[in-house]
């Protein structure tokens, strides 16, 4: 009768008080009696379902994170079980991942919200199951979905973290199609025009060419990824890496920049630099591990041969520098470099550590890449690490 989940509870009363044929008249006639206080006054049926409340201001850039490992956005201890939907997946036997992966949205719908219409079509990660681009639900029935035909309100998610992933299936998908060629996955953009836009939004952390930062154990570039899953990519971009400092683009970018973005990030080199050591035996015959580096026994060419706390004299490493740091070169290569983003601009931390009492020595093992860090900064001298010591201990 005329839509009755529409109405609210003590409006449907007044209606069952009214009576049944009032109802139905209503329903003859298109036409909806609401009571207001004690005046009763005739209107034009409302629009389309209501949204549930607090819908229009949702955030889908943050529902688009919680597609993806949501539990590190909400900071919620992953889950152990497989998700309810799993066991009952077309395709019980491509897929045999369990646990916490089951849970996340993109294993069951892909990357490219197309499911097993799009690149989960074939390969490990297939279920069978359908995709959600281009879906007809309402916003509250995609709520309801989520949270209680899904399980996610049972798995912690709060209402406010369920109307964001709604508004992200409803507002913020899009057609990859667009912006990836789905046969060659090569993305379609103007690779000239990513570049500034990588310059200036990704550089800072993934390294001018891409090999900053390194995915699957150290195996694959930035470059490598995009060119092996560009839809991954693409959603990584508009929504940011969950439980990490990459910020999210969905706001910044156009979907052509994604796209021009992605061309780009194609273009760069798939392999990783040439791997470090750890201990002289990863070393060829005549050669030393230092500071992650295999260099000759003999000697050295550079500080950065050297071990930490040591500079390259007449090519031999000797005890050095002690204290020979420029407070203004050491705050130069801080800001150059990018450290502010996850240190903070006076070093007291934020997604890294307080780093304002740390040695030459400690800094350099981190850039370096001689110690395991969020970035490497290839290049870097004894002498820069000795600045940002002077720095760091003015302040
Ligand atoms: C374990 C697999 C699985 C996971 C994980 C999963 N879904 Fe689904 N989803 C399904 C299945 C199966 C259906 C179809 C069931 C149905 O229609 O009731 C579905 C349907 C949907 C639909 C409706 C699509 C349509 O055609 O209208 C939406 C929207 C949706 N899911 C969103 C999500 C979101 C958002 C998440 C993550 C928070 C998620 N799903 C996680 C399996 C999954
Ligand atoms: C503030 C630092 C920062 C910025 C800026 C940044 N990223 Fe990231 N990015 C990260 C970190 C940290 C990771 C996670 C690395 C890991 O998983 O080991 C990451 C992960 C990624 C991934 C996902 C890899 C995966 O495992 O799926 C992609 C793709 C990516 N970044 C692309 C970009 C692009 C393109 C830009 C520019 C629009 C960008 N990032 C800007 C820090 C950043
Ligand atoms: C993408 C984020 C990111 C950037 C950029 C970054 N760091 Fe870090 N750094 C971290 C995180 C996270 C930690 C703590 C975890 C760890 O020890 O690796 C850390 C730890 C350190 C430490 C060790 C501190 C300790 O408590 O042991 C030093 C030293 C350091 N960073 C120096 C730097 C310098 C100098 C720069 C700039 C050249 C820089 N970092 C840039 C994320 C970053």
Redesign the pocket.
């Known amino acids: 009768m005329l839509g009755s989940k529409k109405i609210g509870e003590t409006k449907l009363d007044t209606f069952r008080r009214v009576g049944v044929r009032l109802g139905t008249l209503c329903g003859v006639f298109g036409i909806l009696f609401v009571c207001l206080g004690a005046q009763c006054i005739g209107t034009q049926p409302p629009p389309p379902p209501d949204n549930p409340p607090g819908f229009e201001n949702a955030d889908a850039g943050s529902g688009g994170a919680l597609y993806d490992e949501w539990w590190a956005v909400v900071d919620l201890t992953a889950p152990t079980t497989d998700h309810p939907l799993w066991a009952a997946r077309p395709d019980q036997t491509s897929n045999t991942r369990t646990g916490a992966a089951t849970w996340r949205c993109k294993e069951c719908h892909g990357w490219d919200y197309k499911g097993v219409e799009g690149a989960y079509g074939s390969g490990s990660h297939r279920t069978g199951i359908a995709g959600i681009f281009g879906t007809t639900r309402s916003a509250q029935e995609i709520f309801d979905l989520i949270k209680t035909t899904h399980g996610y309100g049972a798995a912690g998610l709060a209402d406010a973290d369920i109307l964001d992933l709604a508004k992200f299936v409803l507002e913020a998908q899009i057609d990859t199609d667009d912006i990836i060629d789905a046969g060659s996955k090569a993305f379609i953009g103007l690779a000239n025009s990513g570049m500034g ?2 310059d200036a ?2 550089a ?3 390294g001018a060419d891409g090999t900053q ?1 390194l ?1 699957d154990e150290g195996t694959v570039t ?1 470059g490598g ?1 995009a060119d092996d899953n560009p839809w ?2 693409q959603h ?2 508009r929504f940011g ?1 969950p439980g ?4 999210r ?1 969905l706001v910044a970018l156009t979907v052509p920049e994604v796209g021009d ?1 992605g061309a780009y ?1 194609q273009s760069l080199v798939d392999a990783p630099p040439p791997a470090g050591c750890t201990a002289d035996a990863d070393c060829a015959a005549g050669q030393v591990c230092t500071n992650g580096e295999c260099v000759d026994e003999a000697g050295c060419t550079v500080d950065g041969d050297c071990a930490a706390g040591q500079v390259c004299t007449a090519g031999v490493c000797v005890a050095g520098g002690g204290g020979g740091g420029d407070v203004a070169a050491g705050l130069a290569f801080y800001t150059a470099n990018g450290c502010a ?2 240190h903070g601009a006076d070093a007291t931390g934020g997604i890294g550590s307080n780093i304002q009492s740390e040695s030459a020595a400690s800094i350099f093992a981190r850039l370096s890449g001689a110690e395991t860090h ?1 970035i490497t900064v290839p290049g870097v001298t004894e002498q820069n690490t000795q600045d940002l010591e002077a720095w760091l201990s003015s302040l």
């Open positions: 836009i990588f939004n990704c800072v952390c993934h930062l995915f930035l990824l991954e990519v990584k971009i890496q990490t400092a990459m910020p683009q973005l990030a983003v996850c969020a």
